[in-house]
T-cell receptor, first 118, second 113 residues
Framework: GAVVSQHPSWVICKSGTSVKIECRSL??????MFWYRQFPKQSLMLMAT?????????EQGVEKDKFLINHASLTLSTLTVTSAHPEDSSFYIC??????????????FGPGTRLTVL | GESVGLHLPTLSVQEGDNSIINCAYS??????FIWYKQESGKGPQFIID?????DKRQGQRVTVLLNKTVKHLSLQIAATQPGDSAVYFC????????????FGAGTRLAVHP
């Protein structure tokens, strides 16, 4: 149980295009999902908290107009990197919190999406 | 240890030895701590967690110790195996708003046969 998937697992795009990454909770419902970015040999940095039915909460320094987040249902959140540039190349990881779990703090992580912008 | 630039600190151990990975966390209000294992190109994998009202918790081959006085967390792996080679991150839960996790810098564990 508690499986989170991401699609695609990797994507290569040209500079200036937009890329959408999906995060799904497969066997539980999640009112809250999180998006992280990880550069090579570095830690995970929280980008934003995605809330079903409301606007995402972005961390300081993360441009909300560049990283569009939509939490359309209790099992799906999407991250769209708009007008991607090479510096956006990174490993993007989502996590989800089971809304019915007794431990309300536990997050389940997806396998990540490798974005390469040429 | 702390990450310096782009270089993760590395802990090298012999197969069968015990490993101790350390982490300093930042927020004295953090109420929950987790250790994750991350293999190359994959998402973090949960190892063990501990609440702030505890100072020790044991799992299978792993033990987490929490010292709130000095804001220090450690992960002990008994009888380390080659499959334990990975990057290990500690994370602290900030109990504000949506309860977000803040990750530590990470330590690479290299297990040699």
């Amino acid at each position: 149980g508690a499986v989170v998937s991401q699609h695609p697992s990797w994507v290569i795009c040209k500079s200036g295009t937009s890329v959408k990454i999906e995060c799904r909770s497969l066997d539980f419902q999640a009112t809250t999902m999180f998006w992280y970015r990880q550069f090579p040999k570095q830690s995970l940095m929280l980008m934003a908290t995605s809330n079903e039915g409301s606007k995402a909460t972005y961390e300081q320094g993360v441009e909300k107009d560049k990283f569009l987040i939509n939490h359309a249902s209790l099992t799906l959140s999407t991250l769209t990197v708009t007008s991607a540039h090479p510096e956006d190349s990174s490993f993007y990881i989502c996590s989800a919190r089971d809304m019915l779990a007794g431990n309300r703090n536990e997050q389940f992580f997806g396998p990540g999406t490798r974005l390469t912008v040429l | 240890g702390e990450s310096v630039g782009l270089h993760l600190p590395t802990l090298s151990v012999q197969e069968g030895d015990n490993s101790i990975i350390n982490c300093a966390y930042s927020n004295s209000a953090s109420d929950y701590f987790i250790w994750y294992k991350q293999e190359s190109g994959k998402g973090p994998q949960f190892i063990i967690d501990i609440r702030s009202n505890m100072d020790k918790r044991q799992g299978q081959r792993v033990t987490v110790l929490l010292n709130k006085t000095v804001k220090h967390l450690s992960l002990q792996i008994a009888a380390t195996q080659p499959g334990d080679s990975a990057v290990y991150f500690c994370a602290e839960n900030i109990p504000r708003g949506y309860n977000k996790l803040i990750f530590g810098a990470g330590t690479r564990l290299a297990v040699h046969p």
